[in-house]
């Protein structure tokens, strides 16, 4: 029978900078605390942090996302900016291509869902 898993919280994050290919202004950098990921479906649970700067984006995945803290802007490919502030709640489509601009530093809870091709 399924039962409920109960989420710890990772003390210490994976840190890495957004790849420099992508990156547009800045050097931002990435806390990624990874709390539940389930490879097989594609579902993932966690808290990033990133430091200020801009970058290239292009999901294949859905992303839910809570701001904790932070400004951040979402900008589509046609021009269309988001800004996002603590407290927001938003979903980033599959497919979505842009750029995420991190204004200042930003927490968020995160989760993905990206199945498995074929």
Do not use: H, N
């Not at 605390?33 to 859905?62: H, M, N, Q």
């Not at 900016?81 to 938003?90: E, I, K, S």
């Amino acid at each position: 029978m399924p039962r409920v898993i109960q989420l710890p919280l990772p003390v210490v994050p994976d840190t890495a900078p957004i790849a420099a290919d992508r990156v547009l202004a800045g050097e931002p950098v990435q806390d990624t605390w990874l709390e539940f990921a389930d490879e097989a479906s594609g579902f993932y649970v966690g808290r990033w942090r990133c430091t200020p700067g801009k970058w290239r984006i292009a999901y294949t995945e859905r992303e839910y996302c809570l701001l904790l803290s932070g400004v951040s802007v979402l900008t589509d490919e046609d021009g269309q900016a988001t800004t996002l502030r603590a407290g927001d709640a938003f979903v980033i489509p599959a497919g979505f291509r842009g750029t995420w601009e991190v204004l200042e530093t930003t927490t968020k809870r995160f989760v993905i869902s990206e199945p498995p091709a074929g």
